[in-house]
């Protein structure tokens, strides 16, 4: 695959300079405080998750990161620069969640990975060689270049998803916001986006994955955030990703369930926890005590004696 060329990004600062919120507040002109003094820092190549219940903020972040919002207090910090000088370089890309894209608008899967290279392009958006080489590569890493000369209204959930993650790829963006990317996608799509993810993230790209997919999180991303107007808890998974936390950033939405596991090998107890289809699984190691993190596909879902216990 030849790699897309791009203009070197100026404020790149360290090696682990990746985003960096700082006391941000963001509120809109209708009065609405949407985020208060939110922090947090991502380091490059790795995957973050951002959770949080329906209305807790996550878009507005999303925005804020792409410059579409103003923060006032605080600051956002992407690869060491600005929000502003991070736009200008085209360092950070969005992939929608699909209710917010209008379907019925009549282009072509190719024309809309041609999109992220318009940062790239002069003002007559003539594509070069090198865009057309981007987008030609950006859909193979998706696997949609079959379907290049297809409406986008015509594909799949799962397909239409791939192709916005292409568009991202085409635009070379070191920065990839994913806006509930697993929703309305069936799990073979949602392994195949996953791993993409991975590759995306092993090339030192940051990734920052909004979902509501609880059981996937400790699968696939390093870090999570845990917003609820402002941040909860953030880190790595593992420390994220407890009981409490979750309890606290869910609160009566959570459903909870403790299995009785005695009868399953290694396992002491199972906790399931839902915020959506795909719940998170903790199970505590017999041996060593230490809570453990799955997704539904974990052996003891479903499988044990419910012991009647939910919070
Ligand atoms: N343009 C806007 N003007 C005023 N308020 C807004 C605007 N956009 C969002 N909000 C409000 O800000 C809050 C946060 O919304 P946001 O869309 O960021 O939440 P979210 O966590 O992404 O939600 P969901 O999980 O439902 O997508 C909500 O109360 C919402 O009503």
């Given at each position: 695959m030849n790699a897309p060329t791009r203009r070197a990004y100026p404020h790149s600062g360290g090696m682990g300079a990746g985003l960096a919120v700082?006391?941000?507040?963001?509120?809109?002109r209708n009065g609405h405080t949407a985020l208060r003094d939110v922090s947090f820092a991502i380091p490059r190549g790795?995957?973050?998750?951002?959770?949080?219940?329906?209305?807790?903020?996550?878009?507005?972040?999303?925005?804020?990161?792409?410059?579409?919002?103003?923060?006032?207090?605080?600051?956002?910090s992407v690869l060491g620069g600005s929000v502003t000088q991070a736009l200008k370089s085209n360092v950070v890309a969005y992939v929608p969640q699909?209710?917010?894209?209008?379907?019925?608008?009549?282009?072509?899967?190719?024309?809309?990975?041609?999109?992220?290279?318009?940062?790239?392009?002069?003002?007559?958006?003539?594509?070069?060689?090198?865009?057309?080489?981007?987008?030609?590569?950006?859909?193979?890493?998706?696997?949609?270049?079959?379907?290049?000369?297809?409406?986008?209204?015509?594909?799949?959930?799962?397909?239409?998803?791939?192709?916005f993650l292409a568009r991202a790829l085409a635009q070379d963006a070191r920065i990839i916001l994913l806006d509930e990317p697993f929703t309305g996608v069936d799990v073979t799509t949602e392994e195949a986006i996953i791993a993409?993810?991975?590759g995306l993230?092993?090339?030192?790209?940051?990734?920052?994955?909004?979902?509501?997919?609880?059981?996937?999180?400790?699968?696939?991303?390093?870090?999570?955030?845990?917003?609820n107007r402002t941040v909860l808890a953030a880190g790595l998974t593992e420390d994220v990703f407890t009981q409490a936390n979750l309890e606290k950033a869910f609160g009566g939405v959570l459903r909870h369930f403790v299995f009785d596991a005695s009868r399953h090998a290694g396992a002491a107890s199972v906790d399931v926890i839902s915020d959506d289809e795909r719940p998170l699984v903790i199970y505590a190691d017999k041996a060593s005590g230490e809570a453990q993190h799955g997704s539904a596909q974990a052996p003891a879902a479903g499988s044990e004696r419910h012991d009647g216990s939910a919070s």
């Open positions: 700082s006391g941000a507040t963001v509120t809109y790795t995957i973050t998750a951002l959770v949080g219940v329906n209305g807790s903020g996550k878009s507005t972040l999303f925005k804020a990161v792409m410059g579409f919002v103003p923060v006032s207090p605080g600051s956002i699909s209710e917010d894209v209008d379907w019925n608008f009549p282009v072509l899967v190719e024309d809309v990975v041609m999109m992220g290279r318009y940062g790239h392009m002069n003002l007559l958006r003539l594509p070069r060689r090198q865009d057309r080489e981007a987008v030609d590569a950006a859909l193979d890493r998706v696997g949609m270049t079959a379907f290049r000369k297809r409406q986008i209204g015509e594909l799949s959930g799962g397909q239409k998803k791939r192709v993409l993810l991975r993230r092993d090339e030192g790209r940051v990734i920052l994955v909004s979902t509501h997919n609880l059981g996937s999180v400790p699968e696939f991303c390093d870090r999570a955030v845990l917003l």
